[in-house]
């Protein structure tokens, strides 16, 4: 397999910077950076045909992938996650066709492992052998198991707060594990000032330009899950954006590459009331979200204050038509046992978001229930247990009376 990576490209200032060095973000304008390739070049040499021949993981894109040589991929089987048709879900909105990704089923139980394993790869090409990186759980997670493969050495700087499992991965898989006082942020700047001197790639939310490439294929696959169309809307559970980012990439480059057109789905932004910068920023008018004070809510991976890819968010909701919903923690509750109840998966809670605004967007009629809508569950509900823990009866076999115990 060849990759055709040929460079990189400030997405704001337009400046070009070699793939064979390593970059973090913009040195001229601080903005993401993203990777491009010779897309005409693999037109020719890379058809459809091609993926549906090799396995089921996210590295079968390997021609629009970052990592020049095979022998550095780093792979747990990350990616080909189902689509899963949610019938019953949509049946009282007389909407047949609701759809939801299940991300859960990823190694480390998340959408992350995608991202971790195309940076991790990247940077073990490039030569790193050290990372740092703030999470707000699923991601440090995610990084300690691939760095744990590469052989590499593995900072990871949680809120305190992060569930408990998170934390539990980070150090099963023998990565230096820290909790900071405070939210993603916080531990981002603990990262930024700690990197340069210890040696780490910092490997933040949109800081370095490969994670976003792990994070396209969810895009890529949702144009093969619906043979070679795309859905006509996404929600989205949105912190630090990545997931809206890649697979917008991605479309761009299926369409570049012949194998799509221009149809795109509305990209629709999720956020809790609580931490909400992007929903905000969108209905404000605005292309850039200022730090959102006090952020609080219960599903970690959207308690995000300030991303720097705002204005890339942004951009692709408005050009795609879509918006941005809130949706508040007791909904999302309700929405994860919904979900759970009705369709047998058992969502993270940024997945249940989702399916919240969804129903407030029927309602209000932004979406129609003829559409073909596609829910993201971006993890599993397993890795925060709390959130619906009860308790439960306890029954003696010998009681006289348990059968009227019974329900």
Known sequence: MQSYLSHLECTNCGKIFSAAEIHTTCPDCGKVLFARYDLDSAR????????????????????????????????????????LHARKLGAPFGAAQLFIKEEG???????????????????????????????AGNAGAALAAYGARAGMTIYVFM????????????????????????LINDAGKIVRENAGARGWFDVSTLKEPYRAEGKKTMGLELAEHFDWALPDAILYPTGGGTGIVGMWKAFDELEALGWIGSQRPKMISVQAEGCAPIVKAFHDGARHA???????????????????????????????????????DSEIVEALREVARVEGIFCAPEGAATYVG????????FLKPEERVVLFNTGSGLLTPELVRGEFPILDPRDPELAQKIK
């Open 44 to 83: 020719k040499h890379f058809s459809r045909d091609t993926i549906l021949k090799r396995p089921g993981n996210m590295w079968r894109w390997f021609e629009i992938m970052p990592v020049r040589d095979e022998r550095n991929v780093v792979s747990l089987g990350e990616g080909a996650t189902p689509l």
């Open 105 to 135: 089923l990823n190694p480390t139980g998340s959408f992350k492992a995608r991202g971790l394993s195309a940076a991790v790869s990247k940077a073990q090409e490039l030569g790193v052998r050290a990372i740092g990186m703030p999470s």
């Open 159 to 182: 809120p305190e707060d992060t569930p408990e499992i998170m934390k539990i991965e980070g150090r099963v898989f023998g990565a230096n594990v820290y909790l900071v006082k405070g």
């Open 290 to 328: 200022p730090l959102w004070e006090n952020a609080h809510t219960l599903a970690p991976g959207i308690r995000v204050p300030i991303a720097i890819a705002d204005y890339l968010m942004l951009d692709a909701m408005r050009a795609s038509g879509g918006t941005g919903v809130l949706v508040s």
């Open 358 to 365: 969804y129903k407030k967007l029927i309602a209000s009629g």
